[in-house]
């Protein structure tokens, strides 16, 4: 089995994270050709919020002790959880017939995207064992979240997908690579941080060239050493097109974005912004 799962979340089409998935999903799918590829725009095919039905589900798997996720389809007993489990089922079966979940992720008030947050409750029921899997977050942030910074207390973005992704699918095989301090690019008032975010971006796409070497070889032989921190804030996400139903793609071919050249990125994808 060898399959990349894709997520993107950012608002705008053309971001950060969505530059850096892009580089990382593309090197992957180059180091191995004829492997699956799914890739899921959360924005241009946002998933819906969890409704009442949902948790009917949930609390079936409970009180049933259901927890083979084969299984998960014994609890869709009414027409209202059918309906809700059409919404579940394919996005589950991307999720845990994937070796690797590539996801870009910016910052969003501290945290992740509703859009991110949305699938995950999605897909999330409990005690889920997602083990053997990498997991690789590309991540945007306006500020600077470092060790030492005073905003550092305030990051539950990395935080929580970390806390997250080992305390509920037991995945500690969780890389990060981050970009920084964006807004200096559209915030004049942070005109004296540019030159740090261009050294944080320049980072960030040397550690992604340089973690999908490990990428490659780690998919082909097993899911474990993708797990080094690159521990210089900088993240991964990736972005594919049009499938079956907006905003998700699946298979070979996939139209990616464009990627600027090197590691610049155009001012274009730098207009928006927090
Ligand atoms: C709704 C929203 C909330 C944001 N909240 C924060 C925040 O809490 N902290 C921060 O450092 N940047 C914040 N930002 C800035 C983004 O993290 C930054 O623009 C990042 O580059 C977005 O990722 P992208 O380039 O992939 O779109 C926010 C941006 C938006 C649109």
Redesign the pocket.
């Known amino acids: 089995m060898t399959h990349l799962l894709h997520l993107?979340s950012?608002?705008?089409s053309r971001?950060?994270?969505?530059?850096?998935t892009a580089l990382c999903a593309e090197a992957w799918r180059a180091a191995h050709p004829g492997a699956a590829y799914t890739y899921r725009d959360l924005v241009a095919g946002p998933v819906p919020p969890i409704g009442e039905a949902w948790t009917e589900i949930c609390d079936h798997l409970l009180t049933h002790q259901i927890t083979d996720i084969p299984r998960y389809a014994e609890a869709v007993t009414t027409p209202a959880r059918r309906a809700a489990w059409a919404t579940v089922e394919p996005l589950l079966a991307e999720l845990v017939s994937a070796d690797v979940v590539l996801i870009?992720a910016?910052?969003?008030?501290?945290?992740i995207?509703a859009a991110l947050k949305a699938w995950i409750d999605q897909v999330t029921f409990p005690r889920m064992d997602l083990t053997g899997r990498a997991f690789v977050v590309?991540?945007?942030?306006?500020?600077?979240?470092q060790p030492g910074t005073p905003?550092e207390p305030?990051d539950h973005?990395e935080r929580y997908l970390r806390d997250f992704f080992a305390g509920h699918y037991g995945v500690t095989d969780v890389t990060f690579v981050t970009?920084?301090?964006?807004?200096a690019?559209?915030d004049p008032v942070l005109d004296d941080l540019r030159e740090r975010q261009d050294a944080s971006h320049r980072a960030a796409v040397a550690r992604v060239e340089a973690l999908t070497t490990r990428f490659g070889g780690a998919v082909a032989g097993g899911a474990a050493s993708l797990g080094s921190q690159t521990g210089d804030g900088t993240s991964l996400?990736t972005q594919a097109g049009d499938g079956a139903s907006p905003g998700t793609q699946t298979g070979h071919g996939a139209s990616l974005a464009s990627l600027p050249g090197g590691a610049a990125i155009p001012s274009a994808?730098?207009g928006?912004?927090?």
């Open positions: 993107d950012s608002a705008r971001s950060f994270s969505r530059t850096l870009g910016p910052m969003y008030n501290y945290s995207p590309a991540s945007a942030r306006g500020g600077s979240y905003k305030f973005q970009t920084e301090l964006t807004n690019r559209v996400s994808a730098l928006g912004g927090a």
